[in-house]
Nanobody, 123 residues
Framework: QVQLVESGGGLVQAGGSLRLSCAASGRASSANAKGWFRQAPGQEREFVAGVDWSGSRTYNVDSVKGRFTISRDNARNTVYLQMNSLKPEDTAVYYC????????????????WGQGTQVTVSS
C-alpha cells in the first residue's frame, strides 16, 4: 500500500504559478512511477504528467508542455508539479498518483491515489 498526500493548491490569477507537492509513504516499490492527473467538473480524470523512479523519464500532455514541470526528490519521497503560465482551463482538482510500473501509471491501471487538491485559475 502507498499513501499519498497532496498540498499546494489554491486560487491564482491567469498567468500565475503554483507548485503542487505530493508526499508518499508506504511500500516504495509500489510507487516507482509517480504522476499527476486532474479532473474538472463534469469531465473525466485526465493524465497531466508522469515521472519514473530515477527522474530521467518524464512526460507531459500537450496541453501543459512548456508550462508544467514534474520532478521528484526520492530522499523526501516527494513529487512536485511546477505550474507556470496558468490558464483558466487548468482549473481542476489535481490528484497525485503512484504505480509500480511507469506505463501502467499513464494507463491508470491500479494506481494509488491521493485525496486531491483544488487548483482554481481566475481570468
Amino acid at each position: 500500500q502507498v499513501q499519498l498526500v497532496e498540498s499546494g493548491g489554491g486560487l491564482v490569477q491567469a498567468g500565475g504559478s503554483l507548485r503542487l507537492s505530493c508526499a508518499a509513504s508506504g511500500r516504495a516499490s509500489s510507487a516507482n512511477a509517480k504522476g499527476w492527473f486532474r479532473q474538472a467538473p463534469g469531465q473525466e480524470r485526465e493524465f497531466v504528467a508522469g515521472v519514473d523512479w530515477s527522474g530521467s523519464r518524464t512526460y507531459n500532455v500537450d496541453s501543459v508542455k512548456g508550462r508544467f514541470t514534474i520532478s521528484r526528490d526520492n530522499a523526501r519521497n516527494t513529487v512536485y508539479l511546477q505550474m507556470n503560465s496558468l490558464k483558466p482551463e487548468d482549473t481542476a482538482v489535481y490528484y497525485c498518483a503512484a504505480n509500480g510500473n511507469y506505463d501502467a501509471l499513464f494507463e491508470n491501471k491500479s494506481n494509488f491515489w491521493g485525496q486531491g487538491t483544488q487548483v482554481t485559475v481566475s481570468s
